[in-house]
């Protein structure tokens, strides 16, 4: 049986990992790792779940506030997905863990829990602190556990990073940090007195500055039949609904934001912006 303080240890690490790329308006940093109960889903607006494949199976999961959930849904780019945003965040996370994330899954905040655990068991909870309990980071035990024997054995030494210096300086020699900071409640309707509430002032855009989005420049399009798909072989060629030497068209998850004229750069095609179609969604 793996020690709980290695546990709790890699499960900061983790924690540590996704704070530095979840979106957030403020610098994120760890708390302090916690046996996780079902009431823990109830502190947050938004959860997102990754299968964990290679040596080290089982699921991760990132639980956020409203804050970040209002920004992605009022986008001036249209509503953005939640799991997407976080996938950076989760694969992070099992970076650390010595394994790799598949693709991130929004799950309702009534079954996150569940879908966690899948068969049972417990998990370790590790809330994200910024100016208040931002977001946390949930891990299965018997995770944490098979990640800690990989670790032992040389499996997963070389990818999980040290705890930063500032969560763990206060700690018990273990790499834990003193049990000075704000903790997950256990029961969702007490424990607020020293905690300020989550989503309690409003972001704003600038929470997802350093979210990845899907650009794509677009030359034309047309509707052809599938007999006529069916043909096309190597030399077909497919006339678009473009005249020659119209502007492209850049689309930011399939809204269109702006257009220009197709160049090359350094033996790659670009695009030059020769109109803002939506100036807001630029700002």
């Given amino acids: 049986m793996t020690s709980p303080e290695n546990a709790g240890r890699l499960a ?22 916690q046996p996780g109960t079902e009431h823990v889903a109830r502190l947050f607006a938004g959860a997102a779940v990754s299968e964990l494949t290679g040596p080290i199976t089982g699921r991760v ?10 920004a992605l849904s009022s986008s001036p ?11 950076p965040a989760l694969d992070a996370a099992a ?23 899948g068969g049972g068991g417990e998990f370790t909870a590790v809330p994200l602190l910024g100016s208040g309990i931002s977001a946390a980071v949930l891990v299965p035990d018997v995770t ?14 070389s990818s999980a990073p040290s705890v930063p210096a500032e969560a763990g300086a206060a700690g018990d020699g273990a790499g834990l940090p003193a049990m000075s900071q704000p903790q997950l409640p256990d029961d969702p309707r007490a424990g607020f ?3 300020r509430p989550i989503g309690s002032a409003r972001r ?31 030399g077909a060629v497919i006339a678009l609904d473009r005249a020659a030497g119209s502007p492209a068209d850049l689309l930011v998850n399939g809204r269109l934001i702006a257009r220009g004229e197709v160049v090359v750069v350094d033996e790659d095609f ?3 912006i020769t109109e803002i179609i939506d100036q807001q969604a630029m700002a």
Wanted: net charge negative.
């Fill in 12 to 33: 900061l690490e983790a924690a540590a990992a996704v704070a530095a790329v979840l979106p957030s308006s403020e610098e994120l940093a760890p708390g302090d790792p």
């Fill in 61 to 70: 999961a990132v639980l956020v506030g409203e804050d970040l959930v209002s």
């Fill in 77 to 87: 780019m249209g509503g953005l997905d939640l799991a997407a945003a976080v996938q």
């Fill in 95 to 117: 970076g650390v863990l010595g394994c790799s994330a598949g693709a991130a899954r929004s799950v309702d905040m009534e079954i996150v829990v569940d879908e966690l655990l």
């Fill in 144 to 157: 944490l556990d098979a990640a800690v024997a990989a670790e032992a054995g040389g499996a997963g030494a």
């Fill in 193 to 195: 007195d020293n905690v």
């Fill in 204 to 234: 704003g855009i600038e929470m997802l500055h350093g979210v990845e989005m899907e650009v794509t420049v677009e030359l034309g399009r047309t509707r052809m039949p599938v007999r006529d798909l069916l043909a096309l072989a190597p």
């Fill in 270 to 272: 670009g695009l030059r």
